[in-house]
């Protein structure tokens, strides 16, 4: 099923969900369109001016994340937190170059401690050492239970139906929402994937921090689980916008080749229209960047 199927004609969505569930008979009519946001890691950590991983522009989305809330087509809101131990593989502070694990710039780092944005690490399977990958490693941050782990107090909670926590085991990185990278065995699973099926989810709109590192890994195990997926451009901010440029491009070109899933959107695009049968509402139809908040980083 193609996202643009949720166009469906407007009487669909005229009447309400019990009618569209049921037709004449009493029989279940195959829902078309049932959509779930994902709003991943607003947390003060990742946004200005005080967060340790603070993501620029960070803040500034969230009136479109609280505006995307109010869909009353949305049959799921689900938030997540990253939500680590204080000895969390992913903190630099936890690792030093003298770990034949820790790539180095050069000899005379060997001993001093690692350099967050900067060195990486490798990450073994904890079930099977043979599985490993390199990562990045970051300065502490969200760290269970402390200030800068809390959700920022502009996103609407209230209109959350879930909230998950993700990355609580230290051995393992976890940047998508669904569960960690390694797939012989599985570590950790957040159950996400479940979730959605249960709500009988059709499509995932993922937006929030960073689009380059959770929002996109969430998005493309969205897609992996067989959900129609967008992330909404003007809904993310990214770690390193280059980079970011950089996967859009790919996107586009792949998509050219016959597209891989998951799909990069306007905000005024007919995906997020798809949302709001009857038009955005006013407040939603004047946001759109940097402007909607201001912020000091
Ligand atoms: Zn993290």
Same mark, same amino acid.
């Given at each position: 099923?193609?996202?643009?199927?949720?166009?469906?004609?407007?009487?669909?969505?005229?009447?309400?969900?019990?009618?569209?569930?049921?037709?004449?008979?009493?029989?279940?009519?195959?829902?078309?369109?049932?959509?779930?946001?994902?709003?991943?890691?607003?947390?003060?950590?990742?946004?200005?001016?005080?967060?340790?991983?603070?993501?620029?522009?960070?803040?500034?989305?969230?009136?479109?994340?609280?505006?995307?809330?109010?869909?009353?087509?949305?049959?799921?809101?689900?938030?997540?937190?990253?939500?680590?131990?204080?000895?969390?593989?992913?903190?630099?502070?936890?690792?030093?170059?003298?770990?034949?694990?820790?790539?180095?710039?050069?000899?005379?780092?060997?001993?001093?401690?690692?350099?967050?944005?900067?060195?990486?690490?490798?990450?073994?399977?904890?079930?099977?050492?043979?599985?490993?990958?390199?990562?990045?490693?970051?300065?502490?941050?969200?760290?269970?239970?402390?200030?800068?782990?809390?959700?920022?107090?502009?996103?609407?909670?209230?209109?959350?139906?879930?909230?998950?926590?993700?990355?609580?085991?230290?051995?393992?990185?976890?940047?998508?929402?669904?569960?960690?990278?390694?797939?012989?065995?599985?570590?950790?699973?957040?159950?996400?994937?479940?979730?959605?099926?249960?709500?009988?989810?059709?499509?995932?709109?993922? *937006?929030?921090?960073? %689009?380059?590192?959770? =929002?996109?890994?969430?998005?493309?195990?969205?897609? /992996? &689980? #067989?959900?129609?997926? +967008?992330?909404?451009?003007?809904?993310?901010?990214? *770690?390193?916008?280059? %980079?970011?440029?950089? =996967?859009?491009?790919?996107?586009?070109?792949?998509? /050219? &080749? #016959?597209?891989?899933? +998951?799909?990069?959107?306007?905000?005024?695009?007919?995906?997020?229209?798809?949302?709001?049968?009857?038009?955005?509402?006013?407040?939603?139809?004047?946001?759109?960047?940097?402007?909607?908040?201001?912020?000091?980083?």
């Amino acid at each position: 099923m193609g996202l643009l199927e949720c166009l469906m004609p407007p009487s669909i969505f005229n009447v309400s969900q019990t009618r569209l569930l049921d037709n004449e008979q009493g029989a279940q009519l195959e829902p078309q369109f049932r959509p779930a946001l994902l709003v991943v890691d607003m947390q003060e950590d990742f946004c200005p001016p005080n967060g340790s991983l603070a993501v620029a522009g960070g803040r500034s989305i969230t009136p479109l994340i609280n505006t995307l809330l109010t869909s009353p087509l949305l049959v799921l809101r689900v938030a997540t937190k990253d939500w680590h131990p204080p000895n969390h593989i992913s903190f630099a502070s936890n690792h030093q170059h003298s770990s034949p694990e820790t790539s180095t710039c050069c000899p005379e780092s060997i001993g001093t401690p690692a350099i967050p944005f900067v060195s990486t690490t490798t990450i073994h399977n904890p079930h099977n050492p043979s599985e490993s990958y390199t990562t990045r490693l970051w300065p502490p941050h969200c760290i269970a239970g402390s200030p800068g782990a809390a959700l920022i107090p502009e996103l609407d909670v209230s209109k959350i139906d879930k909230i998950l926590e993700k990355g609580t085991d230290p051995r393992v990185e976890m940047y998508s929402a669904f569960y960690d990278p390694f797939v012989s065995p599985r570590v950790s699973d957040s159950g996400l994937a479940d979730m959605l099926r249960e709500a009988k989810v059709t499509h995932v709109y993922v *937006v929030g921090l960073a %689009a380059d590192y959770c =929002v996109w890994s969430t998005a493309m195990d969205a897609h /992996k &689980e #067989g959900f129609e997926t +967008v992330v909404v451009e003007e809904a993310t901010r990214a *770690v390193d916008e280059e %980079a970011w440029r950089g =996967v859009k491009e790919r996107l586009v070109a792949e998509g /050219k &080749e #016959g597209g891989i899933g +998951v799909k990069v959107v306007s905000w005024q695009g007919e995906e997020v229209g798809c949302l709001f049968p009857g038009g955005l509402t006013p407040k939603g139809a004047s946001v759109g960047g940097e402007d909607v908040v201001e912020e000091k980083i």
